[in-house]
């Protein structure tokens, strides 16, 4: 369903022209059929294509082009490669979309000192494709690591498996250079790890492109650990998968990622790959310890002990580097091998605390046969970072909106438990309704002092994160025609 | 001058302490004592969050100063002139929730350090943060003023544990961000804005960390070199070969004070499981020669402390330098004073033992010149008592960043009255 045609435009010929020579003609796009495909991002359930797609390739063009807005009033929306999951890049009055993908370069690349400077569109794999010949990796490493960018990691906070151990992507960033709403360019932090006044990088980072338009960022970079074991343990259940989890991270030593696959996804996983994964399992964990390889055995060993004791029936290591890397192959694109199952599907992003998997699991189980849809789940499980999968038909409205209501009886059960809404997808267009049953009226409030001390008049990815008080943030019809 | 209040309100003292006391109860106000008086002129030590709210809005409405008050040991440096009201949260010192199995806890921001750390050790656990003599270190003044030690070179510093916050803002608002889990990006990120806020937007009432496991086994190296440059090639190549709990080079001064010889000294600590420490004992030798002495067990805990604790000279002049890594070695250098340096991290503090009256500013500005050209930032710790008038503790930042932060400070301490003056460009 594309954007209703009758809509009002409020982008005009002048402005178009304008932008036009910023950035060159080849660097806007308008025409309808051409803005289609930027009408949604990976958050599927709602769609709006924006009037203007602009594709700057430095951050003077960036200044230009929000100049040119800021000065007619006019709000927009930058985007990434679009794989966010939570309706971040999703235009919701905002008329005009600031593509990244052609900041594409990597600056510079300093391995004495573990930095890289690179432009936000840059592809979040080949800031560690640039210095893995150097003994480097940067650490945040999403599922869509092959295509999302830096600049929407920036955005969304992203995560990945390896943030068990490792850190998100607020961890990992030391400076920035921001376009303000206003045109105006702005460097905050830098490279050296103290800051100077308050921590607008900080701020920055997962304020999902409220604050401006990031343009260049300075990442961390870290050494490659010398060495792997990567173990695969089949459960009977989720319940004793979880309940490992725990037992596997007190024991003393965090590993370098914890990840859980249901029957669901083990079965869509393998049809998909044949990575052999055992289709009998309830579940399964990828643990994954790094370091010396000195330690690693003695390492892997025990988590196999505390798997067996918790009902493992079978665990075994990865016996080489391809092998490894399949398995994580398999896990990073289990999202994809779930699109056989069903015509569509939608992710929720709830955390709880660790010890309350077990719970949450049989909650989402619970919540499938109430909704008479199946729900399968992969997830971080270090992190208790949840991401059931809702399969559904959306050419069966009354399946629709039994997915979004799921999800939501899902993330509400999550808060119950002390948990989150989302712990690295962001909460966007998607999740805006929820955010009362996290925080209290006066905590939103001094968010949204905080996000006008960058975007004073809210024309920066405008209508997400906070909702507005008396405001409708329901849903109102599945796959909404959001007004842009 | 009694300064801490602002021009044109004429609220004194004695007038104050009735009031303060009429508000939150008898016995919640007292007098300052030693760094305190530095800080504050009046000393509250409210017991809710409510008592705190209706402090800061009696505050707001006779535009009294205040701030938050830990042991008062930075607040009593930065501050030009005292703030009316220093608010202690030594009577909310309860841990609110420690989760050992989900490695999460809770505090209220009057507990310190080491109270925290005992009662997480029972659990082989340690909120991993290392500043100063952490039994004098509340929660408040770590996340306030940010404070790290060694460890930030394998644990990160205060940015990177704090997983929620809670605080009382202007009108008194209480508002908390982040949550009790350990992964969380729901709503605006307040745990960065607050960390190093030095008490300009409000007064920090709670706050939640990721615990981390205590390693099986630490060991100390430590090997003294005769010359500069020499400890930091050593630094440069451990921090290359091996993953260290900590890596901290020591001057001569600091050395010696600390019972090594008078020399440059390198510490180097490492954990980890038996097969870890064989494998790590081994490099360090290979890098550090035989001459690398290992300290173990009880010996490497109480080298460790001493370390940590290290005291600066009472009447120096005490800065913290951050600058690209790499960089580090040419600034000590050319700082030319006495230096305790976390390599790896790019961060040092650096001294000089006494300086000439009126040269202290010049001194700074000279320091910070060579930060900037290293890519870094200076902040000075501490000066003399009679010099700490004509100093700018803190560096600035870039004219679009200041900008910014101007806006942020007014946005949330609109009255202006959350320890004004003292923080970057006078904020």
């Known amino acids: ?484 | 001058m009694s300064s801490g209040h602002m021009a044109g309100v004429g609220t004194d003292r004695e007038h104050l302490l009735r009031e303060i006391e009429r508000l939150i109860g008898a016995g919640r106000a007292r007098e300052p004592m030693s760094l305190e008086t530095a800080a504050c002129e009046i000393v509250v030590e409210p017991e809710t969050v409510e008592e705190i709210a209706e402090a800061v809005r009696k505050c707001e409405t006779d535009k009294i100063t205040l701030a938050p008050l830990g042991s008062a040991r930075t607040l009593s440096q930065i501050r030009k002139t005292p703030v009316a009201l220093g608010v202690s949260l030594a009577r909310m010192r309860r841990v609110i929730a420690y989760e050992p199995d989900d490695m999460t806890i809770v505090l209220e921001a009057g507990s310190t350090l080491g109270e925290v750390n005992r009662l997480a050790a029972q659990h082989r656990q340690r909120l991993p943060v290392d500043p100063r003599e952490p039994e004098r270190t509340t929660i408040g003044a770590m996340v306030g003023a940010a404070h790290a030690g060694p460890a930030r070179l394998s644990e990160g510093t205060v940015r990177d544990l704090l997983i929620g916050v809670g605080f009382v803002g202007h009108g008194g608002r209480l508002a908390r961000a982040g949550g009790r889990v350990v992964k969380n990006v729901a709503g605006y990120d307040l745990m960065k804005v607050m960390t190093g806020s030095f008490g300009t937007l409000g007064i920090a009432v709670e706050a939640a960390f990721k615990v981390r496991p205590i390693p099986e086994d630490y060991t100390l190296a430590v090997r003294k070199f005769g010359r500069h440059n020499e400890v930091f090639e050593a630094a440069a190549a451990l921090n290359t070969a091996l993953s260290l709990v900590h890596l901290e080079m020591l001057s001569p001064g600091p050395s010696a004070a600390l019972g090594y010889d008078y020399d440059w000294v390198l510490m180097a600590g490492f954990a980890g499981n038996r097969a870890e420490m064989d494998y790590q004992s081994a490099k360090i030798h290979e890098v550090l020669g035989s001459e690398a002495r290992l300290l173990k067990g009880a010996d490497a805990d109480a080298a460790f402390a001493s370390l940590r604790d290290m005291e600066f000279p009472a009447e120096g002049l005490v800065a913290q330098i951050a600058v690209r890594p790499v960089e580090l070695l040419r600034c000590v250098r050319d700082c030319s004073g006495e230096y305790r340096a976390h390599a790896g991290s790019g961060v040092a503090q650096i001294w000089l033992e006494e300086v000439g009256e009126g040269t202290a500013q010049q001194t700074v500005s000279r320091w910070r010149e060579l930060a900037h050209v290293c890519g870094g930032n200076l902040r000075v710790l501490q000066a003399p008592e009679t010099m700490r008038g004509e100093i700018e503790f803190f560096d600035r930042p870039s004219a679009g960043a200041f900008g910014l932060m101007k806006r942020l400070k007014q946005a949330f301490d609109p009255a202006g009255i959350f320890n004004p003056g003292c923080f970057v460009g006078g904020l």
Not at chain 1, 37 to 62: F, K
Not at chain 1, 377 to 388: E, L, Q, S
Not at chain 1, 437 to 454: I, Q
Request: glycine share 12%; charged share 25%.
């Open chain 1, 1 to 484: 369903m594309s954007r209703d045609q009758s809509s009002e435009r409020r982008t005009g010929r002048a402005l178009l022209a304008e932008i036009a020579a910023i950035v060159g003609g080849d660097g806007v796009v308008f025409r309808e059929t051409e803005l289609k495909t930027y009408e949604c991002d990976g958050w599927t359930m709602e769609r709006s294509t924006p009037e203007i797609l602009v594709m700057p390739r430095t951050a003077t063009q960036v200044s230009g082009v929000l100049k040119a807005l800021y000065r007619r009033g006019i709000a927009f929306v930058a985007r990434g490669a679009g794989t966010g999951l939570s309706g971040g890049a999703l235009p919701v009055g905002a008329p005009v979309m600031v593509c990244t993908s052609r900041m594409n370069r990597i600056l510079a690349i300093d391995p004495a000192n573990r930095r890289i400077d690179v432009q936000s569109g840059v592809v979040n794999l080949h800031v560690t494709n640039a210095v893995k010949s150097r003994g480097f990796f940067y650490a945040p490493d999403p599922s869509s690591q092959v295509a999302c960018t830096i600049g929407g990691n920036i955005a969304e906070n992203s995560g990945g498996p390896h943030t068990l151990k490792y850190g998100v992507t607020t961890n990992h960033v030391l400076g920035l250079e921001l376009v303000l709403p206003d045109g105006e360019i702005v460097q905050l932090g830098g490279a050296a790890e103290e800051r100077c006044g308050y921590d607008l990088v900080g701020a920055v980072v997962g304020a999902e492109g409220t604050a401006g338009v990031v343009t260049r960022a300075t990442l961390g970079l870290l050494r490659e650990p010398e060495s792997r074991r990567t173990i695969l343990a089949a459960f009977p259940d989720a319940d004793s998968a979880t309940r490992a989890v725990s037992a596997i991270i007190a024991s003393g030593v965090i590993p370098g990622a914890i990840e859980m696959m249901d029957r669901l996804i083990i079965r869509a996983v393998e049809d998909a790959f044949h990575v052999g994964l055992p289709t009998d399992a309830g579940a399964v964990l990828i643990v994954e310890f790094d370091g010396y390889a000195a330690g690693l055995d003695e390492r892997a060993g025990a988590a196999v002990e505390i798997a067996r004791q918790h009902g493992a029936t079978d665990s075994r290591l990865a016996r080489s580097e391809a092998e490894r890397a399949l398995l994580w192959k398999a896990r990073k694109r289990a999202f994809g091998a779930v699109g056989r199952l069903a015509p569509n599907y939608v992710t929720q992003d709830g955390v709880v605390p660790r010890t309350h998997l077990p719970k949450i699991l049989r909650e989402i189980s619970a919540v499938s046969e109430r909704y008479g849809l199946a729900i399968g789940n992969v997830f971080h499980a270090g992190d208790g970072n949840i991401h059931p999968i809702i399969l559904y038909d959306e050419r069966d409205p009354g399946q629709v909106q039994r997915a979004l209501d799921a999800g939501r009886e899902i993330l509400r059960a999550c808060v119950a438990m002390g948990g989150s809404l989302t712990g690295e997808h962001g909460i966007g267009a998607e999740k805006m309704g929820e955010m009362p049953l996290l925080f209290s009226p006066d905590d939103l409030l001094v968010m949204a002092e905080l996000r006008h001390v960058f975007d004073p008049d809210e024309r920066a990815n405008p209508n997400k994160v906070i909702p507005k008080p008396g405001a409708c943030v329901e849903v109102a019809a599945p796959r909404r025609q959001v007004p842009v």
